[in-house]
């Protein structure tokens, strides 16, 4: 049996390996390291699959989120509603910037934000919602933009991990999750569903102007070369990471496909099984599974890691601490919020490996060690 791993980034690179070597050489031949036609025809592309009027690169998906907070001209004394089961990225960009995250509890079943909690934390102070599509399921965006619409609010959507879901509103329109909100923003990070070999990340937005802002920001604040408007960061995407990606965008939903494929073995391997509960797929979304999360119910979720761990096949909590209970967030009252499913999840969730490269001889393995930990 081939190694088990988390995420086989290596084998999926040895299947698209000539064009990529092409692809990388050609950037280090032409000498354009930074910005150009690769960096362009990358975003126009990425611009295309989701659909989304203007695609804004940049250095990694935690500068995505925080340029984006600061183009919507966010500033401290602000609140913005997030999830607190997430990745760290989401909310620590929101504090850096001095803004007051307020956290919400997450949907038992799809580990996003509960719309229903939503509204009660809004405040005269809240300035937008920052919904996370975690592990690759959507969240019901149908919900928040209404919530948002209602309030005069912001959607930032987190689509770090929900590259590639089309989402499907009750009237029967489609559209890619990071592409509905006012402003999306994604992750190019190695294990991401669509990953560079390095850091990388993107920024979507359908708006003209905040377009213009998103793109300034990310450039020192520049609209034209040298003349500084305001204040901005430093966020590039590079040549030979957006040479990789333009590649890897053309194989995403076989990528997505594939994970998709492998969700359904393991669904079927816990099927009835009284304490494994499998990923909720709502109808609405094309679960994209970056991550394959189990609940145990009634048993140990360490020891069953460690189990795992004996038997070298690796898995992950994600994450082990929510948000709130962070250090970072003492200063910001994180412990003070009240969030049952969050905490409950956090002491049950358990990731299995989840990648394109998985074959059945694997899987079988892994499920069945899972299965046999319980008897
Ligand atoms: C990966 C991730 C980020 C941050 O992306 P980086 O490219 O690592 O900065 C933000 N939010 C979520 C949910 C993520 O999974």
Known sequence: MRPLQMVDTKTQYLKIKDKVDKAVIGVMESAQFIGGKVVNDFADHLAQYHESKHVITCANGTDALQIAMMALGLKPGDEVITPSFTYIATVEVAALLGIKPIFVDVDKHSFCIDPTEIEKSITPNTKAIVPVHLYGHASDMEAIMSIAQRHN?????????????????????????????????????????????????????????????????????????????????????????????????????????????????????????????????????????????LIIHDANRNALSEYLTEKGIPSMIYYPVPAHRQKMFDAFGGSEFQLPVTDWLTERVISLPIHTELDEEQQTFIADAVIEFFK
Request: charged share 25%.
């Open 153 to 293: 609010l912001f959607v930032i959507e987190d689509n770090a991990q929900g590259i590639g879901n089309d989402y499907t509103f009750s009237n029967g329109v489609k559209k890619k999750t990071g592409s509905i909100g006012h402003i999306g923003c994604t992750s190019f990070y190695p294990s991401k569903n669509l990953g560079a070999f390095g850091d990388g990340g993107a920024i979507f937005t359908d708006d003209d102007v905040l377009a213009e802002k998103l793109k300034m920001i990310a450039s020192h604040g520049q609209s034209k070369r040298y003349y500084h408007d305001v204040v901005g960061c430093n966020s590039r995407l590079d040549a030979m990471q957006a040479a990789i990606l333009d590649i890897k965008l053309q194989h995403l939903d076989e990528y997505i496909d594939a994970r998709r494929k492998a969700a359904d073995f393991y669904d079927k391997a816990f099927a009835g099984h009284p304490k494994i509960e499998t990923p909720f797929r709502g109808e609405n979304n094309n679960h994209v599974f970056h991550q394959y999360t």
